[in-house]
């Protein structure tokens, strides 16, 4: 790349910040681009330890790994601050370990939905090592809601850079005005990725959820990705209840998810509205 738009790591010292690092420097080294890691302490006073330990990782990491990391360790808010060091760097992705939704750990899941929604770059949320090197096979799930230009353009950026063919999963809904909503979307993506020689093929799924039935194919065609769009305007009950892409996120059979965010001046183009 040549403006080396870097790759942002939220970083908290753990086994999943360790697994959102290997993902990233894949990433990194096919992009040709920086990786910053971003630990924001609790308070002031745990900065400067946090600063040596966080130096001590990235010189004994790059000794194994022939990629340029960097730090960043401030003190505030995960929420606004993450956001903020994304868009100060004009990071490309950012790529966050989090756990599963377990009992009380849908918080958890809450927790990084926040965090993602926040962001103007895409979010690739990983749980656990990767299983690849690349981008080859990424599911696109097409659903009746499906309505953001902005899941496209990312999905023509990174075929452009991976040589990623996506797949196009839909399912049958009963609701006849529900399943005309999710073939009219179907054939705005497919002209959409045609006129931009995106590599694509697709695929009806059985099954009722979108959400559950994609998860399963990803897993079934060894998958790399599952790229998704978050929810405008996100509530609390959201949050707590499950949205449909925090069931994708923290999918049980742990297939990394790309999150893009909607833009309100994309989303306004007609055929996408």
């Given at each position: 790349?040549?403006?080396?738009?870097?790759?942002?790591?939220?970083?908290?010292?753990?086994?999943?910040?360790?697994?959102?690092?290997?993902?990233?420097?894949?990433?990194?080294?096919?992009?040709k681009?920086?990786?910053?890691?971003?630990?924001?302490?609790?308070k002031?006073?745990?900065?400067?330890?946090?600063?040596?330990?966080?130096?001590?990782?990235?010189?004994?990491?790059?000794?194994?790994?022939?990629?340029?990391?960097?730090?960043?360790?401030?003190?505030?808010?995960?929420?606004?601050?993450?956001?903020?060091?994304?868009?100060?760097?004009?990071?490309?992705?950012?790529?966050?370990?989090?756990?599963?939704?377990?009992?009380?750990?849908?918080?958890?899941?809450?927790?990084?939905?926040?965090?993602?929604?926040?962001?103007?770059?895409?979010?690739i949320?990983?749980?656990?090592?990767?299983?690849?090197?690349?981008?080859?096979n990424?599911?696109?799930?097409?659903?009746?809601?499906?309505?953001?230009?902005?899941?496209?353009?990312w999905?023509?950026?990174?075929?452009?850079?991976?040589?990623?063919?996506f797949?196009?999963?839909?399912?049958?809904?009963?609701?006849?005005s529900?399943?005309?909503?999710?073939?009219?979307?179907?054939?705005?993506?497919?002209?959409?990725?045609?006129?931009?020689?995106?590599?694509?093929?697709?695929?009806?799924?059985?099954?009722?959820?979108?959400?559950?039935?994609?998860?399963?194919?990803?897993?079934?065609?060894?998958?790399?990705?599952?790229?998704?769009?978050?929810?405008?305007?996100?509530?609390?009950?959201?949050?707590?209840?499950?949205?449909?892409?925090?069931?994708?996120?923290?999918?049980?059979?742990?297939?990394?998810?790309?999150?893009?965010?909607?833009?309100?001046?994309?989303?306004?183009?007609?055929?996408?509205?």
């Open positions: 790349m040549n403006d080396n738009r870097p790759v942002i790591v939220p970083w908290d010292f753990s086994e999943l910040s360790e697994y959102a690092l290997e993902h990233a420097v894949n990433i990194a080294k096919m992009l681009c920086d990786i910053f890691l971003v630990h924001i302490a609790k002031t006073s745990d900065i400067s330890s946090a600063e040596e330990k966080i130096t001590n990782y990235i010189n004994n990491f790059k000794k194994k790994h022939d990629v340029s990391i960097l730090s960043i360790v401030k003190e505030g808010s995960i929420f606004s601050e993450i956001s903020s060091i994304i868009e100060e760097k004009n990071a490309f992705f950012a790529v966050m370990g989090t756990h599963g939704i377990k009992g009380m750990q849908k918080f958890t899941g809450s927790w990084a939905l926040k965090v993602i929604a926040g962001s103007k770059s895409p979010f949320v990983v749980q656990a090592p990767p299983s690849s090197v690349g981008l080859d990424i599911v696109f799930p097409v659903d009746f809601s499906f309505s953001e230009k902005e899941k496209l353009l999905a023509e950026l990174v075929s452009r850079y991976f040589n990623t063919t797949h196009l999963c839909y399912t049958e809904n009963s609701d006849s529900i399943q005309r909503k999710v073939n009219s979307n179907m054939i705005v993506a497919k002209k959409y990725l045609n006129t931009n020689n995106v590599k694509f093929e697709i695929i009806k799924l059985d099954g009722k959820e979108i959400a559950d039935s994609a998860v399963e194919y990803a897993k079934k065609i060894n998958a790399d990705m599952i790229m998704i769009s978050t929810t405008k305007n996100i509530s609390f009950q959201d949050y707590v209840l499950g949205a449909s892409e925090q069931k994708i996120i923290a999918n049980r059979e742990k297939v990394p998810v790309m999150t893009v965010n909607p833009r309100t001046d994309l989303t306004k183009t007609k055929g996408l509205t």
